[in-house]
């Protein structure tokens, strides 16, 4: 069975980092894998994407460009999300999801997405 398990939320001052790591198992290859994030009272939204090859592309939200990177490490079949420079509005439970095929919608689509961890906390101190 497909599994995501997400780790390295903490709490952390303003301009702090954190990385956050997902782990996969059940399966080797994926069309996309992204993490989103809901803060306490809000809709969740998608915050980084990894399109796999052969179509090949990242994205991100806007209001986290030049501060998180998104990666993958092949090897271990891990998601990677360095933030950098954290803000309070950053804070929130991140989700991990994966999808497998192209479902014609957008990176930020939560339909293209069958597959979600359980989220890990990240808490940003002012």
């Known amino acids: 069975a497909v599994q995501l398990v997400e780790s390295g939320g903490d709490s952390v001052q303003a301009g702090g980092s954190l990385r956050l790591s997902c782990h996969g198992s059940g399966f080797r290859v994926s069309y996309a894998m992204a993490w989103f994030r809901q803060a306490p009272g809000k809709e969740r939204e998608a915050v980084a994407a990894?399109?796999?090859?052969?179509?090949?592309?990242?994205y991100y939200v806007d209001s986290v460009k030049g501060r998180f990177t998104i990666s993958h490490d092949q090897n271990e079949n891990t998601l990677i999300l360095q933030m950098t420079n954290l803000k309070s509005e950053d804070t929130a439970m991140y989700y991990c999801?994966?999808?497998?095929?192209?479902?014609?919608?957008?990176?930020?689509?939560?339909?293209?997405?069958?597959?979600w961890g359980q989220g890990t906390r990240v808490t940003v101190l002012s």
């Open positions: 990894f399109i796999y090859p052969p179509r090949g592309n990242i």
């Open positions: 999801a994966a999808g497998f095929r192209d479902r014609g919608v957008s990176w930020s689509e939560e339909s293209l997405y069958g597959h």
